[in-house]
């Protein structure tokens, strides 16, 4: 329609309230006629609409007594702070973990270490969280009651190496294995 | 079909201090004021805290008066300047624990709403620094264009110009032909 780019140069103007009344009228005569420039201002009117409704929620939020109005917030950061704790001592406990599952991979792959390995038969003891294995190939990577078991793997390309602080074998001295020589730590 | 006039608004940025208003009163307006504009560029409320306190160290070290005419409007655009490069560490605050029950009629309704104004902030982050806060303060913080213009150190004709470019650009991207986003 003819003047649609004029009507349109208008139509931010009417939004922001800049439009002299005669002008106005001239423009919604158009927008009364044109579905062009009434879909494209009433684009316009949500989008200001919009914003206006965000500026408001805004508001809420740099009110001062906002805490007061809302005691849930104080909770969920509390909830937040709990869950970073959470994440960084689980982190922190995998790295460990990690660090003492590489030591033990190292001492039984050591060159020229001693190399015992056999069928065992033992009752895990640790946390529930940790597999249980009642019989696995198992290396003996120090003293006491610390062992690193290989866990069976169905691809051959994946090695599967577990530490467990907490077996206690059910047999003393599995064929196999020269016990006195254990590697020490 | 209606059309409302969309009000005008008397926020002014600046002078800060008056003859007729007490200095500590003033101050703390300003700061209120601040930390409203931070709280919209950023949408976290402590960080926007931060930063408003950051723009007052800043004036301090230059050796800025709040007695000075163009105090207010130096202010304004050092929060503006100190949001528009603000990286986000966290998640902006979620815009469904501020939507007033009341404002909608059905829980259905109430998520629609917060979809769209999500979408709407979204898109908000995506315009050019000059729009994005053009449209700040224009349609939020409801400035007059000269007070836009002397926050932006632009001419108002300019201001208008990135106000009209960032309601087209934000139509287009929150897309549809109906350009839903607000009621």
């Known amino acids: 329609m003819n003047g649609c780019h004029a009507i349109q140069g208008h139509l931010d103007d009417w939004l922001d309230g800049l439009l002299e009344p005669a002008e106005q009228e001239r423009v919604a005569a158009h927008l009364q006629d044109c579905a062009a420039c009434r879909r494209l201002f009433e684009r316009h009117q949500a989008i200001s609409d919009g914003l206006q409704a965000l500026g408001q929620l805004a508001d809420r939020m740099a009110a001062p007594a906002r805490e007061a109005d809302r005691p849930a917030r104080r909770w969920q950061r509390v909830g937040r702070v709990a869950a970073a704790v959470l994440i960084v001592g689980t982190i922190g406990a995998g790295a460990a973990w990690y660090r003492l599952a590489q030591r033990a991979d190292s001492l039984v792959h050591a060159p020229g270490g001693p190399r015992q390995t056999g069928t065992i038969e033992g009752e895990y003891v640790g946390p529930p969280t940790i597999p249980k294995q009642r019989e696995a190939l198992i290396h003996l990577v120090k003293g006491d009651d610390r062992m690193a078991v290989r866990l069976p793997s169905k691809n051959p390309r994946v090695q599967i190496i577990w530490l467990y602080d907490q077996v206690r074998p059910t047999v003393e001295n599995p064929e196999g294995m020269d016990v006195s020589t254990r590697p020490s730590s | ?183």
């Open chain 2, 1 to 183: 079909m209606t059309y409302a006039l969309k009000p005008t608004s008397d926020a002014k940025p600046g002078p800060v201090l008056r003859s007729d208003v007490p200095e500590k009163a003033a101050l703390e307006d300003l700061h209120r004021r601040l930390v409203r504009l931070a709280v919209r560029m950023i949408w976290d409320r402590d960080e926007a805290e931060d930063t408003v306190q950051e723009a007052f160290r800043l004036a301090l070290t230059k050796g800025m008066n709040p007695r000075e005419v163009h105090f207010g409007a130096w202010m304004f655009r050092t929060v503006s300047n100190l949001c528009l490069n603000f990286r986000r560490r966290t998640k902006p605050e979620s815009l469904a624990d501020w939507i007033d029950p009341l404002d909608d009629a059905t829980p259905e309704m109430a998520a629609q709403h917060v979809e769209q104004l999500v979408r709407l902030r979204e898109a908000m982050d995506q315009l050019p620094r000059q729009q994005r806060l053009a449209l700040t303060l224009r349609t939020m913080e409801h400035m007059s264009y000269p007070d836009v213009a002397s926050v932006m150190q632009l001419s108002a004709s300019a201001v208008r110009a990135h106000v009209h470019l960032g309601r087209r650009r934000l139509a287009e991207l929150i897309g549809g032909p109906d350009g839903d986003v607000g009621r």
